[in-house]
């Protein structure tokens, strides 16, 4: 099957334009080692649809529609590219409103059988973030279904000035895994069901984050920092609940 997709992505590259089929390449299952993507959002998605990101990067291609993914969550994060002011962020948890920041981000994962990897030319950090694109390329690619399996919330940041640079911002996150489905966090470590506390430093002068430190928290351990931090901004209580839309 996976062999038809790879087939059918590459008609689909014999339409685009010059620049895009000439910097990028198919992506099998085959080729990473997992039959699956994640992707972060503070929304709430059931599916994907393939579109032309409103937070893409000055000088990124705008003329394939897709949804940016990445094999690992610390790629996402990158990707990404705001997880640090989320630390500083009001959330509101009262509202039912699917674009507002309640205090964390999905963690999505999604099942792919072919796919686009940019290169430099297309994103200027493809190489750091190892983005992958999910494009339409036939008619069961028209949306990619979506699985929430994990929350992330950014906790902390600590801002080490560089001269002549950019800071280092070494950033602070406690990770929820809800069930079976296991997050790939970095090429080194994969988060199984529980909690987790992750330490990442973000060096934007070499376009990299990195994982710093990963330990499993008692659940207990968990709440008590949840709890600090709902104390401190006023949050729900409901985000120490499992939500309903991690099993859609």
């Known amino acids: 099957m996976a062999g038809n997709d790879k087939k059918e992505l590459e008609e689909l590259l014999e339409t685009v334009t010059s620049k895009?089929?000439?910097?990028?390449?198919?992506?099998?299952?085959?080729?990473?080692?997992?039959?699956?993507?994640?992707?972060?959002?503070?929304q709430k998605f059931k599916e994907m649809v393939p579109n032309i990101s409103k937070r893409a990067a000055s000088g990124e291609d705008n003329t394939l529609p897709?949804?940016?993914?990445?094999?690992?969550?610390?790629?996402?994060?990158?990707?990404?590219g705001s997880v640090n002011f989320h630390v500083y962020d009001s959330a509101n948890t009262k509202t039912k409103a699917n674009d507002v920041y309640k205090g964390y981000l999905n963690i999505y994962k999604i099942p792919f059988k072919a796919c686009l990897k940019p290169g430099k030319r297309m994103v200027f950090d493809a190489n750091e973030t190892n983005e992958h694109w999910l494009v339409k390329y036939?008619?069961?690619?028209?949306?990619?279904?979506?699985?929430?399996?994990?929350?992330l919330v950014p906790t902390s940041v600590t801002v080490t000035p560089v001269k002549d640079s950019d800071p280092i911002e070494d950033i602070g996150?406690?990770?929820?895994?809800?069930?079976?489905?296991?997050?790939?966090?970095?090429?080194?470590?994969?988060?199984?069901?529980?909690?987790?506390?992750?330490?990442?430093?973000?060096?934007?002068?070499?376009?990299?984050?990195e994982c710093l430190d990963v330990q499993e928290l008692a659940e207990s351990v968990y709440r008590d920092i949840i709890s600090t931090k709902i104390a401190m901004e006023g949050l729900s209580e409901d985000i120490f609940k499992k939500p309903a839309y991690s099993t859609w």
């Not at 895009?20 to 992707?39: A, C, L, R, S």
């Not at 897709?66 to 990404?80: A, E, F, I, N």
């Not at 036939?138 to 929350?151: F, Q, V």
């Open 138 to 151: 036939n008619s069961r690619t028209d949306t990619y279904p979506a699985t929430i399996i994990g929350r």
């Open 173 to 209: 996150l406690v990770v929820e895994v809800f069930g079976k489905d296991n997050i790939v966090l970095d090429k080194k470590n994969t988060l199984k069901k529980g909690y987790w506390s992750i330490f990442v430093r973000d060096d934007k002068s070499k376009a990299k984050i």
């Open 20 to 42: 895009v089929k000439n910097n990028v390449k198919i992506i099998t299952p085959e080729d990473i080692g997992q039959d699956f993507m994640h992707h972060i959002a503070i």
């Open 66 to 80: 897709r949804v940016h993914v990445c094999p690992t969550l610390v790629g996402c994060m990158q990707g990404y």
